[in-house]
């Protein structure tokens, strides 16, 4: 299956999309991870993203779709793949549809994870990071062995990172609203979205994945 993960920040839509690509044996591919692979490789595609980002500026529409679509032709990614941080606009989604048609194929599921805005700020304002080896931690999911230390390195204390400050969150989360969220409407339309509740355990809502992927595979 191609499957494309969909929700706001802090909705936990990585980590279900991490489980289930290692589940089916399907990579997870991150807008990232492309960008890091294609920068180490230095692929004609990859130096010029590195031109880019070196200059300060943000990798445009245009490039990421070709790096997206370098990225999707490589062999690990021809039975499946999931997809997380693209698309984030309609224009890339389009653009993905395009690229996949090419090949006779299309996108099968856009899994849409949503929660509450109140739980999500929780959530986010609950993550900390170690200074010294910036391993994250979330103080209410995946808190540290020792409360407010590292691990690895128990004479560190954790830190908040800037952008997850209250006001910075709300602010994300109001981007998210009007640059993304159109794709929900978007896939919808097409009769590909697969809408999964985003609140409870981990364990929880990978269940629900789990089960909402098997009736939509199951009914077509």
Not at 96 to 114: N, P, Q
Not at 145 to 162: F, I, M, Q, Y
């Amino acid at each position: 299956m191609r499957i494309v993960l969909l929700g706001p920040p802090g909705v936990g839509k990585g980590t279900q999309g991490r489980r289930i690509a290692s589940e089916k044996r399907w990579p997870l591919i991150s807008t990232g991870e492309i960008l890091r692979e294609a920068v180490a490789r230095r692929t004609p595609l990859g130096q010029q993203a590195q031109r880019v980002m070196d200059s300060g500026q943000l990798v445009g529409d245009d490039l990421m779709n070709e790096l997206v679509r370098e990225r999707l032709a490589e062999p690990d990614a021809e039975k499946g793949f999931v997809l997380d941080g693209y698309p984030r606009t309609v224009v890339q989604a389009e653009a993905l549809d395009a690229m996949l048609a090419e090949r006779s194929l299309g996108v099968d599921a856009a899994l849409a994870f949503d929660a509450p805005a109140e739980e999500l700020v929780r959530r986010l304002g609950a993550r900390r990071e170690c200074p010294v080896c910036q391993r994250a931690y979330n103080m209410m999911s995946a808190p540290p062995r020792e409360n407010e230390r590292c691990d690895d390195h128990p004479g560190s204390t954790l830190v908040r990172r800037a952008d997850d400050g209250e006001e910075t969150i709300r602010k994300r989360l109001l981007v998210y609203e009007a640059q993304t969220l159109p794709l929900v409407g978007y896939y919808r339309a097409k009769g590909r979205l697969l809408e999964v509740p985003g609140t409870g355990s981990m364990d929880q809502v990978f269940e629900r994945m789990r089960q909402t992927l098997a009736v939509a595979v199951g009914g077509r």
